[in-house]
C-alpha cells in the first residue's frame, strides 16, 4: 500500500538502525538530489529496518474529531467502508459484546487467537445504527457505525482522540502576558462546590500550554489540593508534592538562588513529568527570581519553517539526560530521546525536551556531534529571543500549571528568602483527565479500537 502523500519536509526514523547511523537523509547532500521536502511519497529501507517517512506537514498536534460520513456496504461477504474491505480478523477481534468486552473493565475478554484465521461471514446486514455480523464461528457481532467510519478514517483523524489534541493550538510568545490563560479557585467562601473549573482549565493548558489558576489560598494544602483534583502527584527523588527554598536540600540548582535558563523538568526519566505547578508562597528581604516561559511548540514550528534540517536533525538524535545530584543518585532514562519527538502515527510533535544543564551525551558517533550541536544552536536561539519569552512575577494565590512536555520554565537569580511549592503530574493521567472532561468517556472508549 503506497504511503500516505508527504507533502512537506520528513526525516526518517528507523527502528532498528543503530540511533547514530540514523540520520535524515537530507543530512547527507549526496543522496539528496533536491531539497528533502520538495522529494515524493518514498518508503526508505535502511539495514533491516524499514523507516518510513513521517509526515509532518502540519506538525502542530491539533484537531477537531470529524466522524466522515463513509458508505458502508457489505460486499462478497466483506464488510467495506469507503470501498475499502476491513479485516474479518480485525472486525471480529474488536466484537463489543459483552461476552468478548467486559462491560465494566472495558478488557478485551476474547483471546484474540482463538480466532481462526479464516474466520468469515456468513450474514451481515446494514442499518443506519451500524453493522451486524454472523461469524463462522457461530458468533454474532454489532458494530457501531461510528466504530467503523472512525476505524476507515486518516491517521490525523483517528488519533485526535488517542492524543486528546486541542481544537485548536495557540502558539504565543511575550505577547501571551497581556491577556495570559487564567482560571480562578472557587473561594472557599462561595456557596458554589469548592471543584475547580476542570474542563476550563485543562483546555486552556491543552491549547496554550500552561494555565493561571488565581485566587488560589497561598498554602501547600490548597496547592496540592488543586493539583490532586486533576490527577494524583508524582513522586520523584525530590518528593511528592514539592515546597521548597534555596536550601540545596536537594542537591538541585532548583534548590538554590541562580538564574535558570528555560528548561523543561525530568529530562532524565523515561517518561518526563507532564504537569508541572508552582505556587510562589512567600519572597521576602529580597529581589528577582521572575519566572519565565518560553512556548517550546512555537520555538519548534519556527525551526521547522526556518531550518527543516536542523527540526530533522533534533528530530532524529537522540540525547541522554541525568539527575545525579543527590547522594547515591544517578538517574537516567533506559534510552535516548530526541529534542523533539512526534507522533508515530501521524507526525504531530509531541515532546520538547531541553535541558542544557540535565544532559548527558549525545548519542552520535563523538566526531559526529558537530552536527547536532549546530542544530541545537539554532532552536536554543530561538528560544532566548525575547520575543520568544514571558517573564511574570508570580504572588502568592496564584498557582502557574504548564504542560511540561511542551512549555519551558525558567527563573531569574534572586536574593533574600523565596518560597515555591508545587508538584508534577504525569502526562497520561492529565491527558485522560483532559478527555473525560471535555470529550467524555463514552466518546474516549468507542474509539479505542480505531485509534
Ligand atoms: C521542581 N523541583 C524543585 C521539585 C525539582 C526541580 C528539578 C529540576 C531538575 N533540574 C529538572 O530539570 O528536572
Ligand atoms: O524556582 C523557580 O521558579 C523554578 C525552579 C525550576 O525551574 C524547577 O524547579 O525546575
Same mark, same amino acid.
Given at each position: ?7 512537506f519536509a ?25 531539497p528533502?521536502h ?5 518508503t ?13 506537514n ?5 484537531g477537531?474529531?470529524v466522524?466522515?460520513?463513509? =458508505? &458502508? @456496504?457489505?460486499?462478497d461477504?466483506?464488510? #467495506?467502508?469507503?470501498?475499502?474491505? /476491513? %479485516? ?18 472495558k ?22 445504527h ?8 457461530n458468533?454474532s ?6 466504530l ?32 495570559p =490563560? &487564567? @482560571? ?5 467562601? #462561595?456557596?458554589?462546590?469548592?471543584? /475547580? %473549573? ?11 500550554g ?33 515546597d ?10 532548583a ?46 514550528s ?58 548527558a ?10 552536527r ?10 530561538l ?8 517573564w ?25 528568602e ?34
Open positions: 500500500m503506497p504511503l500516505p502523500r508527504i507533502p520528513r526525516f526518517r526514523y528507523a527502528s532498528l538502525t543503530p540511533s547514530w547511523a540514523r540520520q535524515p537523509s537530507c543530512l547527507q547532500p549526496r543522496h539528496c538530489a533536491k528533502h520538495m522529494r515524493r511519497n518514498s526508505y529501507t535502511q539495514g533491516n529496518s524499514q523507516a518510513a517517512d513521517i509526515r509532518s502540519s506538525i502542530l498536534p491539533q477537531r474529531v466522524i466522515p460520513d463513509y =458508505p &458502508i @456496504e457489505i460486499n461477504r466483506k464488510v #467495506s467502508v469507503n470501498g475499502k474491505d /476491513l %479485516p474479518n480478523i480485525w472486525l471480529r477481534d474488536n466484537c463489543q459484546c459483552s461476552s468478548c468486552m467486559h462491560p465494566d473493565t478488557q478485551r475478554m476474547l483471546d484474540t487467537f482463538t480466532i481462526p484465521q479464516d474466520i468469515a461471514i456468513n450474514n451481515a446486514s446494514v442499518s443506519d451500524g453493522v451486524r455480523i454472523e461469524w463462522s464461528d458468533h457481532s454489532l458494530y457501531p457505525r461510528a467503523l467510519l472512525q476505524a476507515a478514517s486518516p491517521p490525523t483523524q483517528r488519533s485526535i482522540i488517542r492524543l486528546g489534541l486541542p481544537p485548536t493550538l495557540t502558539l504565543w510568545g511575550s505577547e501571551i502576558g497581556h491577556a =490563560p &487564567i @482560571e480562578h479557585h472557587p473561594s472557599p467562601s #462561595s456557596s458554589s462546590s469548592s471543584t /475547580l %473549573p476542570l474542563a476550563a482549565i485543562l483546555s486552556k493548558i491543552r491549547t496554550h500552561f494555565c493561571y489558576i488565581d485566587a488560589t489560598p497561598p498554602t501547600p494544602s490548597a496547592t496540592s489540593a488543586l493539583l490532586t483534583q486533576i490527577a494524583f502527584i508524582r513522586p520523584t527523588h525530590y518528593g511528592a508534592f514539592y521548597f527554598t534555596s536550601d540545596l536540600s536537594s542537591a538541585d540548582t534548590y538554590t538562588t541562580l538564574a535558570l535558563p528555560a528548561h523543561t523538568d525530568t529530562t532524565y526519566f523515561s517518561d518526563p513529568a507532564g504537569l508541572q505547578a508552582f505556587h510562589l508562597l512567600s519572597h521576602t528581604r529580597g529581589a528577582g527570581g521572575a519566572s519565565l516561559l518560553v512556548d517550546g511548540f512555537k520555538a519548534a519556527d525551526l521547522h519553517a526556518a531550518d527543516p534540517a536542523a527540526y530533522a536533525v533534533l528530530s532524529s538524535v537522540n540525547v541522554h539526560a541525568h539527575a545525579s545530584g543527590n547522594r547515591g543518585i544517578s538517574i537516567q532514562a533506559h534510552r535516548g530521546f530526541p529534542v523533539l519527538q512526534h507522533d508515530g502515527a501521524t507526525g504531530a510533535l509531541l515532546q520538547v525536551r531541553w535541558n542544557t544543564a540535565d544532559r551525551g549525545v548519542e552520535l558517533p563523538v566526531h559526529e556531534a558537530g547536532w550541536y549546530d542544530a541545537a544552536r539554532k532552536f536554543d536561539a528560544l532566548k529571543k525575547r520575543e520568544n519569552e514571558y511574570e512575577q508570580l504572588t502568592p494565590g496564584r498557582v502557574l500549571v504548564f504542560d511540561n512536555w511542551r512549555v519551558l520554565h525558567g527563573r531569574s537569580a534572586f536574593t533574600g523565596r518560597r515555591v511549592c508545587g508538584g508534577y503530574v504525569n502526562r497520561d493521567d492529565w491527558i485522560s483527565k483532559y478527555k473525560m472532561v471535555t470529550m467524555g468517556q463514552e466518546k474516549v472508549l468507542a474509539h479505542l479500537a480505531s485509534g
